[in-house]
């Protein structure tokens, strides 16, 4: 396993499943990584919760950010800075995603250097999604970077030659992040692998699951939603797993 690996994630003004969901994510990373990793909170516009000495926070600055127009900056945070260390492997992660085991695909890709992306039930990529491959569904809520990948300057480029794009929508963001990691030949997981999972069972059944059901199958779960609502199904459900 790799020595120089920083796991990050972006908190802002969020609900407090939210920051409940923080707190139980980095506590599950640092079951698998241990201090095989630095961990490392970037906060905007809020303060975060007590955290463990072992997490670092550190305080955003809009002017770290790769696109500084005005409708961007609310889905821009998690990209600033668009690399912490350039020399290490980053994970990124959504507050309110937790991986609660190892990964055999997780180890590769850092063994291997390899870009990876999360899979997601559904296509969500706003105004780029006329340009992403029809068989693609993917979640940004799960990024891995190798070392030496300039992402900040990928963003900055490729939105330079979209700029007739609309980007006013968190679709946008993972639309442009979904372009660049797929034309630079990126890993998609199985959907299943880190299932995305919404408020209520009738908006996942929209997406065609039913049943579903938490298993050691899956290496962890992204909670859809519960940044912004005090009611979550299956977040209820995961504190029984």
């Given at each position: 396993?790799?020595?120089?690996?920083?796991?990050r994630?972006?908190?802002?003004?969020?609900?407090a499943?939210?920051?409940k969901?923080l707190?139980?994510?980095?506590?599950?990373?640092?079951?698998i990584?241990?201090?095989n990793?630095?961990?490392?909170?970037c906060?905007?516009?809020?303060?975060?919760?007590q955290?463990?000495?072992?997490?670092e926070v550190?305080?955003?600055s809009?002017n770290e950010?790769?696109i500084?127009?005005?409708?961007?900056t609310?889905m821009?945070?998690?990209?600033?800075?668009?690399?912490?260390d350039?020399?290490?492997?980053e994970?990124?992660?959504?507050?309110?995603?937790?991986?609660?085991?190892?990964?055999?695909?997780?180890?590769d890709?850092?063994?291997?250097?390899?870009?990876?992306?999360?899979?997601?039930?559904r296509?969500?990529?706003?105004?780029?999604?006329?340009?992403?491959?029809n068989?693609?569904?993917?979640?940004?809520?799960?990024?891995i970077?190798?070392?030496?990948?300039?992402i900040?300057?990928?963003?900055?480029?490729?939105?330079s030659?979209?700029s007739?794009?609309?980007?006013?929508?968190?679709?946008?963001?993972q639309?442009?992040?979904?372009?660049?990691?797929?034309?630079?030949?990126?890993?998609?997981?199985?959907?299943?692998?880190?299932?995305?999972?919404?408020?209520?069972?009738?908006?996942l059944?929209?997406?065609?699951?039913?049943?579903?059901?938490?298993t050691?199958n899956?290496?962890?779960?992204?909670?859809?939603?519960?940044?912004?609502?005090?009611?979550h199904?299956?977040?209820?459900?995961?504190?029984?797993?």
């Open positions: 396993m790799t020595q120089n690996l920083i796991l994630w972006t908190l802002g003004p969020v609900s499943n939210g920051r969901i707190k139980e994510s980095i506590y599950r990373a640092y079951r990584w241990n201090a990793a630095r961990y490392v909170v906060c905007n516009g809020c303060r975060p919760p955290l463990p000495n072992y997490v550190y305080k955003q809009w950010q790769p500084r127009e005005h409708d961007a609310v821009m945070w998690k990209w600033a800075p668009p690399r912490l350039p020399t290490a492997h994970i990124f992660l959504d507050n309110d995603v937790v991986i609660f085991r190892d990964s055999p695909i997780i180890n890709a850092l063994r291997n250097d390899k870009l990876v992306i999360d899979g997601g039930w296509r969500c990529y706003g105004s780029y999604d006329p340009v992403i491959d068989k693609h569904k993917t979640c940004a809520g799960f990024v970077l190798p070392p030496n990948y300039d900040g300057a990928k963003i900055s480029d490729l939105r030659k979209t007739n794009f609309r980007f006013n929508h968190p679709w946008d963001e639309g442009l992040i979904t372009k660049i990691l797929l034309d630079d030949n990126a890993e998609v997981l199985p959907a299943d692998t880190i299932p995305n999972l919404p408020i209520d069972k009738r908006m059944e929209k997406f065609g699951v039913y049943d579903f059901e938490f050691d899956h290496i962890g779960y992204h909670f859809v939603g519960a940044n912004s609502s005090e009611y199904y299956y977040l209820n459900e995961y504190w029984k797993f």
